[in-house]
């Protein structure tokens, strides 16, 4: 006796219902169009108030204010950076006394406004001048670059020291116990193996941080110091002509485009044998 196998045609799925059109996504569209409207608007007012002689005159100070940022928010992120790793190490240690004095840092820096820190460093500081100068350090602070280098160091010190500490302790608990198991060093285990990972975790944050950090730049120009925002301050002065503000925010824009394309390449590279 024989079976003969009945063919069966595979039958089409059905019709997926187009979503329907709610509120949310009315809302969008209409935020989108409007994002788009403004963008267009301030493209034709720039096309059409462009005046070569401004440009001229007041681009070479744009510039300058530039390279003041990136040289500013560059020698923050490094020193605060190596600054970072005794804080973290204090927050994860088993000393109470280092322990609280380092959250305490965090908490005070991370809890108040970037610009309050500023203030206090070169407006505070220098209600203290004959003790300064008693201990030779008034030449530093009577600076305005020094005080607001100092100040964007602390600050971000403090941010990126929870970064960095977040990223150890996310690192499983088995690498830690293997590179025990292979009898590594501590010091040795931590370089090679701990943080590494960590560095992979904390990435994307440090990034954020950076660019938080160009924002955060333009306060510096409240103290005298002629960084972008500073030279633009200038010039809106001496033009009236509110371009200049279009002119920085087009550079602050630039800026953080470079970073956040170059830190998604970076990433990508360090992260090219997990996607495997």
Not at 97 to 126: D, E, N
Not at 152 to 163: D, G, H, M, V
Not at 189 to 202: D, E, H, N
Not at 218 to 225: G, H, P
Request: hydrophobic content about 55%; overall charge positive; glycine content about 8%.
């Amino acid at each position: 006796m024989s079976v003969v196998a009945t063919m069966i045609p595979p039958q089409a799925p059905p019709p997926v219902p187009p979503k329907p059109y709610t509120l949310t996504r009315f809302v969008g569209s209409v935020a989108l169009g409007i994002w788009l409207a403004l963008g267009v608007g301030i493209f034709l007012t720039v096309v059409g108030g462009w005046d070569p002689d401004k440009f001229a005159k007041y681009g070479p100070r744009f510039i300058n204010g530039l390279g003041v940022t990136l040289m500013l928010v560059g020698l923050s992120i490094v020193m605060g950076a190596i600054l970072s790793l005794p804080i973290a190490f204090a927050r994860m240690s088993m000393n109470k006394v280092l322990s609280w004095f380092a959250y305490g840092y965090v908490y005070f820096f991370r809890g108040t406004p970037l610009l309050a820190q500023l203030f206090l460093i070169y407006y505070g500081l220098g209600s203290f001048r004959p003790q300064l100068e008693a201990v030779g350090l008034w030449w530093f602070f009577r600076d305005a670059w020094n005080c607001a280098i100092f100040a964007f160091t602390l600050n971000t010190a403090a941010y990126q020291a929870e970064i960095l500490r977040g990223a150890i302790e996310s690192v499983p608990r088995g690498q830690r116990e293997g590179a025990d198991a292979l009898g590594l060093p501590q010091r040795v285990a931590f370089w090679k193996i701990i943080l590494p990972q960590a560095m992979i975790v904390a990435l994307r944050p440090y990034g954020n941080e950076i660019i938080l950090m160009i924002k955060g730049s333009a306060i510096v120009a409240i103290v005298t110091v002629f960084d972008l925002m500073g030279e633009t301050r200038y010039a809106f002065s001496r033009t009236f002509d509110f371009q200049m503000y279009i002119w920085a925010a087009i550079l602050y824009l630039i800026m953080v485009e470079i970073l956040r394309n170059i830190w998604s390449l970076l990433e990508a590279r360090l992260t090219r044998h997990l996607k495997r």
